[in-house]
């Protein structure tokens, strides 16, 4: 048997494919400059009297004369008595018998003494411009 082929089914086979253009798309980026700013530093100095309270200790020694009798084995000892330190001079004194005599005791008095106190000096501060310059 012969077999018969329709003609659309003739028609179907003999389609040829033609190639169609094809579109692509491609993404880039520019830097583009729209705006400059400019900045700028400046320091400036600027005298300033500066005013303080200033405490100061000083010291007054006073010598006490004592010439007493110190028993034996008994040494007088640093001590402080409000304000003041007292610190003990003892002297040793040979006779028939021998005996420590407090000679004297030196007194160190503490005196606090405000002054007021100035000084010119410099000070340095520092500012910053900012410009925007538009294109």
């Known amino acids: 048997m012969d077999k018969k082929i329709a003609p659309q089914q003739q028609k ?13 798309a491609e993404v880039s980026t520019t830097h583009v400059v729209d705006r400059r700013i400019r900045i700028q ?17 000083e010291v007054e020694i006073t010598r006490v004369e004592k010439n ?3 028993e034996e084995g008994y040494f007088p000892q640093v001590r402080q008595e409000g304000e003041v330190l ?6 040793e004194q040979v006779e028939i018998i021998r005996r420590h005599i407090l000679k004297e005791e030196v007194h160190i008095h ?11 000096v ?6 910053i411009e900012i410009n ?3 294109n």
């Open 68 to 70: 007493e009798p110190v």
């Open 86 to 91: 007292i610190v003990p001079v003892i002297e």
């Open 132 to 134: 925007k310059e538009d």
């Open 110 to 120: 503490k005196l606090k003494k405000r002054e007021h106190f100035q000084q010119q």
């Open 122 to 127: 410099t000070l340095r501060s520092q500012e």
């Open 41 to 57: 530093r400046s320091t400036t100095s600027a005298e300033q009297l500066l005013e303080a309270e200033l405490w100061r200790e």
């Open 12 to 24: 179907a086979e003999r389609q040829e494919s033609i190639p169609l253009a094809e579109e692509q």
